[in-house]
C-alpha cells in the first residue's frame, strides 16, 4: 500500500526551549482511517497543521507523494481536505454557497459546475436550505458541517478532520459518520469522542507530549489508555 502520509522524526516548537512534537513517526496508507486521539495539549493538532503546510518543524514530512514545502503546497492543499479544530478558521464568504462553491472555483472549474458541486456537498452534510445566509449568522454545528462541505466539494484524496463532532448534535454525529463511511478517501481524525472512532477507524495513534507512544488496532488503544467514559486506563494505578 501506497503512503498518503509519511512523517518521519517531526519536531516543532512555537517557542524556544518548549518542544511541542518531540520526533513524531508516522504513517497513513491510501483507503486508511486512523484516530489520533490524546490529552488535551499532547500536539495533536500541531501535528495535523503540518500536514497542509501551516506549521513547518524539523524532519521529513511526505503528503501525497510530495515533501511539504512552500513550492509543493498549492497542489498538497488541493489534494487534501483540512477540516479545522475551529471552523470559524475557515468560513471567509458572504453566503454559504458561495463559501463552498469558493474550492472547486479556485480549482478552476466554471461557476455553474462549483455550484452544482457546492450544493452536492451541502446536501451531503444534511444542508438544503438558506444557502444565501452568513455563514457568521450560523450556529457552531452548521458552521461545522458548512467547513466540512467546504472540503468535500473540492473532492480531495486524503480527509484530515480535527475534532470533526465537537459541535454536532447525536443525528448530525451519526449522519457524519454514516457520511464519512461511504466515502474512499483516506481519513486521519483527531477527536476526543471514543465511540465515533471506533465505529469509523480500524486503527489509532496515541499522542502524549508530543510523540506517538502507541499505534494499534482502535479497541486496543481506547481500553489501554481507558479512553472512553467506561473504562480506567490499564496503566492506572488501582484505587485504594
Ligand atoms: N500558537 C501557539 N503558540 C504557542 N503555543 C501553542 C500554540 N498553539 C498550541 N500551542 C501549545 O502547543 C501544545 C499542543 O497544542 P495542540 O493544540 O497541538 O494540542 P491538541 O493535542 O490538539 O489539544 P486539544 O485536544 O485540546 O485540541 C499546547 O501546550 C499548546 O498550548
Ligand atoms: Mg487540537
Known amino acids: 500500500m501506497s503512503c498518503i502520509v509519511d512523517a518521519r522524526?517531526?519536531?516543532?516548537?512555537?517557542?524556544?526551549?518548549?518542544?511541542?512534537?518531540?520526533?513524531?513517526?508516522?504513517?497513513?496508507?491510501?483507503?486508511?482511517?486512523?484516530?489520533?486521539?490524546?490529552r488535551n495539549g499532547s500536539g495533536k493538532t500541531t501535528f495535523l497543521l503540518h500536514l497542509n503546510g501551516v506549521l513547518r518543524g524539523e524532519g521529513a514530512l511526505r503528503v501525497c507523494d510530495l515533501p511539504v514545502e512552500p513550492k509543493h503546497l498549492p497542489l498538497i492543499?488541493?489534494?487534501?481536505?483540512?477540516?479545522?479544530?475551529?471552523?470559524?478558521?475557515?468560513?471567509?464568504?458572504?453566503?454559504?454557497?458561495?463559501d463552498v462553491a469558493f474550492g472547486p472555483l479556485r480549482a478552476g472549474l466554471?461557476?455553474?459546475?462549483a455550484e452544482l458541486r457546492a450544493r452536492r456537498a451541502l446536501a451531503a452534510v444534511g444542508i438544503e436550505e438558506g444557502l444565501d445566509r452568513a455563514p457568521y449568522?450560523?450556529?457552531?454545528?452548521?458552521?461545522?458541517?458548512?467547513?466540512?462541505?467546504?472540503?468535500?466539494?473540492?473532492?480531495?484524496?486524503?480527509?484530515?478532520?480535527?475534532?470533526?463532532?465537537?459541535?454536532?448534535d447525536p443525528p448530525a454525529r451519526r449522519a457524519l459518520l454514516e457520511l464519512l463511511r461511504t466515502l474512499p478517501q483516506a481519513k486521519l481524525i483527531a477527536t476526543h469522542d471514543a465511540a465515533f472512532a471506533r465505529a469509523l477507524c480500524p486503527r489509532a495513534v496515541?499522542?502524549?507530549?508530543?510523540?506517538?507512544?502507541?499505534?494499534?488496532p482502535c479497541t486496543e488503544i481506547i481500553r489501554r489508555f481507558g479512553w472512553d467514559l467506561e473504562s480506567p486506563p490499564e496503566t492506572s494505578p488501582a484505587p485504594r
Not at 27 to 34: I, N, P, Q
Not at 92 to 97: A, S, Y
Open 110 to 113: 466554471p461557476r455553474a459546475e
Open 9 to 38: 522524526g517531526l519536531r516543532f516548537s512555537y517557542e524556544p526551549g518548549r518542544e511541542v512534537l518531540c520526533g513524531v513517526d508516522f504513517h497513513l496508507h491510501r483507503g486508511e482511517s486512523v484516530a489520533l486521539f490524546g
Open 206 to 216: 496515541f499522542f502524549e507530549h508530543g510523540r506517538i507512544v502507541a499505534d494499534g
Open 137 to 168: 449568522h450560523l450556529s457552531s454545528g452548521e458552521k461545522q458541517r458548512v467547513a466540512l462541505a467546504g472540503i468535500l466539494a473540492v473532492e480531495p484524496e486524503v480527509l484530515i478532520l480535527d475534532e470533526p463532532t465537537t459541535h454536532l
Open 77 to 98: 492543499r488541493r489534494k487534501i481536505g483540512f477540516l479545522f479544530q475551529d471552523p470559524e478558521d475557515q468560513l471567509f464568504r458572504p453566503t454559504v454557497l458561495e
